[in-house]
């Protein structure tokens, strides 16, 4: 092909077309409402733990070995609860300030992980818990 052939036929050039990935935005409305639904949230579950901690107490004013126990048990499953709640509330609010999927997603690999780790952790101690206040009661009275 000669020079002049190659002048008068272009080959066109392919272009690969741009995506955009949309950018993902809470709309203020939503943000408002969610923001006080979570303070909403955090009231009644200070309530809530109140109440637990009231209940506990009562369970004090039996036997002295069953006291004991009951107080240890009860004070660590509302430790545990508060912890759990007071951990989901605040992925919770962090979920709010997420920018885009990908740290919602990154948001919510974090708040899985810690907490698988914390609810193992808390069965465990809760077991020894249980198991000791069981050989408290079981024990002869002296």
Do not use: C, W
């Amino acid at each position: 092909m000669s020079d002049d052939a190659r002048d008068r036929f272009e080959i066109p050039k392919f272009e690969m077309p741009k995506f955009e990935i949309p950018k993902f935005e809470i709309p203020a409305d939503m943000r408002t409402m969610a923001e006080a639904s979570f303070e909403q949230a955090r009231k009644t579950f200070e309530q809530l733990v109140a109440s637990a901690q009231a209940a506990a107490g009562s369970l004090e004013e039996r036997g002295a070995t069953v006291r004991a126990s009951a107080k240890d048990v009860s004070a660590k499953a509302i430790g545990f609860a508060e912890k759990n709640v007071q951990s989901s509330l605040a992925y919770a609010q962090s979920l709010l300030h997420a920018k885009d999927l990908s740290e919602v997603m990154r948001l919510h690999a974090e708040y899985v992980q810690a907490q698988m780790r914390a609810l193992a952790e808390q069965a465990s101690e809760m077991g020894h818990a249980v198991s000791q206040a069981a050989m408290d009661a079981a024990k002869p009275k002296v």
